[in-house]
C-alpha cells in the first residue's frame, strides 16, 4: 500500500509541475490559431510593390517598411525609401520590437517574398498591424538577385515532371 501511495503522490506531483507548461502550450496555439483564422478575410496580410511605392508617393505616414534581408549588405547596397533594417531573425527581440510602432503598418521586405513571411504571424499576435510585401525585393528591385532566382526555379520546374495527386 506505501509503494502505491508514493507512486500515486509521485504521478500527482508530476501531472501537476507540467500541467501550467501544457496550459501555456494551448493558450499560445490558440492566439496563433486566432490569428491566422483570420489570414484569409485579410488577403493573408500581403500589400504589393505598387501598393508600397504610392503609400511613398503620395506621403503616407501610417506605416513602415521593415527590410528583413538576413545580410545586411544587401541593405546598404540599396532599399526601399524610409525603410529601416532588421533582420528576419532578430525581428523578435525586444530592442528591435521597440522600434516597430504599433500604431502603423508594418511592411516586411525580404529578397523573394519567403522569409519574411516567418516573423508576421508572431508579429500580428503580439499586437502589431503587419504584412508583408508579395514576392519582397524581387518585386521592387529591377533584375534582383531574388527574381532572377525565381526566373531559373521555374525554368528548371518546366523541364521536369513531377507527379502530382489528383
Excluded at 490569428?35 to 493573408?44: D, M, P
Amino acid at each position: 500500500m506505501k509503494i502505491f501511495m508514493r507512486t500515486w503522490i509521485v504521478l500527482v506531483v508530476s501531472v501537476l509541475a507540467v500541467l501550467p507548461a501544457y496550459a501555456q502550450e494551448v493558450e499560445i496555439a490558440k492566439k496563433l490559431n486566432d490569428v491566422l483564422i483570420k489570414a484569409k478575410e485579410e488577403r493573408h496580410w500581403q500589400v504589393n510593390a505598387d501598393e508600397v511605392y504610392m503609400w511613398i508617393k503620395t506621403g503616407q505616414k501610417d506605416f513602415l517598411v521593415v527590410d528583413v534581408r538576413p545580410n545586411p549588405e544587401e541593405y546598404k547596397a540599396g532599399h526601399i525609401s524610409g525603410s529601416i533594417y532588421i533582420p528576419y531573425n532578430e525581428i523578435l527581440k525586444s530592442e528591435n520590437l521597440e522600434k516597430l510602432p504599433k500604431d502603423k503598418k508594418i511592411i516586411l521586405v525580404c529578397v523573394t517574398g519567403q522569409v519574411q513571411n516567418l516573423p508576421v504571424v508572431p508579429l500580428r499576435v503580439l499586437g502589431y498591424d503587419a504584412y508583408t510585401m508579395s514576392f519582397g525585393h524581387a518585386a521592387w528591385i529591377k533584375n534582383y538577385r531574388g527574381g532572377e532566382a525565381m526566373k531559373k526555379a521555374i525554368e528548371r520546374a518546366a523541364t521536369k515532371n513531377y507527379p502530382l495527386e489528383n
